[in-house]
């Protein structure tokens, strides 16, 4: 579920569209006594800043991410303990920093 968007910016010289985003993800474990979903665990992305570019190219535009950040990470609800938080923002940052160029390379492919 989509909380919120703020500081939406937009910048000519180089491009750059971006924004702050909240963000709040269920997470769902089947239950195998009962086989029903039960929440598992309930995290909010807080203050996550995402920048794109847009390259125009014969009329066609085009998208390249610039920087996906997560600033924190709350706990809402776990049903087996506490969830760690810090060591999971780290993780969740440094594999989006590494996914960005391969992202990016399927993006040149889909134009809009």
Known sequence: MLNSIDNVHVQELNSEQGAQFTITTNFWANNTATNV?????????KDTEFSFSV???NMTLAMQLVKVNVDKI?????????IHTVPDKIAINNAIRALIP??????EGVLV
């Open 37 to 45: 979903p039960e929440l598992a665990a309930s995290l909010s992305f």
């Open 55 to 57: 390259i125009v190219n």
């Open 74 to 82: 709350t706990e809402n609800y776990c049903s087996w303990g506490k």
């Open 102 to 107: 391969t992202i990016n390379k399927k993006l």
